[in-house]
């Protein structure tokens, strides 16, 4: 991509009222565009260091931001918002912690990947915000999120061949069984007035002694639901 900048910027030179430098202008501008994506695992243990990763052109530093924010609030907004308004609605939840990190970047254009280390959090869903901007403002800025439960619960789910599902609650660290665990079903509905999808409560599970409960099928095949598991404070959401 240098090679291209530097072969734009002569053909400009050489040509300045040409079609072919207006192209080239055209080309040096993709080149240089900044451009910031964000990974991180969807769940981490509590109170242990955890770390994401950010993908980036052109940028040599980024702000970041954990903000607390409600699981089921998450999901609705993200159903009913999206750029501007939705980062907006991030950035009116409370701050749990923000820092900033330099970038490595050594002028090739390419995109680049590095892996950021972020403090131990409590129980809790979170959603992590990224840009290249303090104060996240979304015109001429790149910014991207990504959401996370912090919590002990992890599952493992199977097809049966009665058509329903078994579950498996462990603990994310130990891998051990637990029990007592609360399994709340939600299914997911269309609104045909409203055009767009709700959740409705559906059955309830506590998980035995090998951790374990069944979904029976549903008369609905094509309904799909999500089951949010609770222990105390901890929850998680599959």
Known sequence: KKTALA?????????????????????????????LTFNVEEANLPDKPFRVRIQYNNINKIYLRVIKHDADKFTKDIENYYGEKLIKKFLSAPVVKEWSVD?????????????????????GHYVILSGT???????KNGIAYGNI????????????????????????????????????????????????????????????????FHVLPSSDSYQNYYVEFTSGSDKLYS
């Not at 590095?114 to 959090?121: C, F």
């Not at 637990?178 to 059955?203: C, F, H, I, P, T």
Request: with cysteine.
């Open 149 to 212: 439960f912090v919590t002990n619960l992890s599952y493992v789910q199977r097809r049966t061949e009665d058509g329903g599902y078994d579950f498996t609650v462990m603990h994310r660290e130990k891998g051990n069984a637990l029990m007592g665990v609360n399994a709340q079903l939600w299914y997911q509905s269309y609104n045909y007035v409203l055009r767009k999808y709700e959740y409705k409560k559906g059955g309830s599970h506590t998980t035995d002694e090998n951790g374990a």
């Open 133 to 139: 901007d303090k104060s996240f403002s979304y015109e």
């Open 7 to 35: 072969v734009c910027d002569e053909a400009i030179r050489r040509f300045p009222e040409s079609f072919g430098a207006n192209n080239c202008k055209y080309l040096q501008s993709l080149i240089k565009a900044k451009a």
């Open 103 to 123: 970038l490595p970047v050594d002028g090739d254009h390419q995109s680049h990947s590095v892996e950021i280390k972020v403090d131990g959090l409590p129980f």
